[in-house]
């Protein structure tokens, strides 16, 4: 019976307790609720929107003023990248035809002395007197199996 009664004031003690933090929870979200209406009184959606769309069009306005800035000043000059480039490999080719007209004919360069003394013929039929050699012996060995 005891443990019983225990049981059940430990239930009722948690049933108050929870009761207890359901009603600060509720409060506080009261109070949020309240702030958050309080924050939006002077905000509607025409008027983010609008918000939004002067930012959008600052930010352009930035952009442009930023490309205009960084354009090269050619005081009133205005270059055609394509003649220029044009112009660039006319001259290149000017100078590659410069260089190639003052090419000079072939140089003479000294041979070499030719040695007076008559070289050597080379030793080959030793080595085809080896391998008869060579053979006799495999032909010697062949006829003793």
């Not at 769309?53 to 005081?75: H, M, R, W």
């Not at 080595?127 to 003793?144: I, S």
């Amino acid at each position: 019976q005891i443990d019983g009664t225990l049981s059940t004031i430990e239930f009722q003690r948690e049933a108050l307790e929870n009761a207890n933090t359901n009603t600060e929870v509720l409060k506080n979200m009261g109070f949020a609720a309240k702030a958050m209406k309080a924050a939006h009184d002077n905000m509607d959606i025409d008027k983010v929107d609008e918000l939004m769309q002067d930012i959008a069009e600052q930010q352009e306005l930035a952009d442009e003023i930023s490309t205009a800035i960084s354009k090269p000043v050619g005081f009133g000059e205005e270059f055609d990248e394509d003649e220029l480039m044009a112009e660039l490999e006319e001259l290149e080719q000017e100078e590659l035809d410069k260089n190639l007209l003052e090419i000079s004919g072939p140089e003479t360069v000294p041979l070499p002395n030719v040695p007076s003394i008559s070289i050597p013929s080379k030793p080959g039929k030793k080595k085809e007197e080896e391998e008869d050699d060579d053979m006799k012996e495999l032909e010697a060995w062949a006829g003793t199996m």
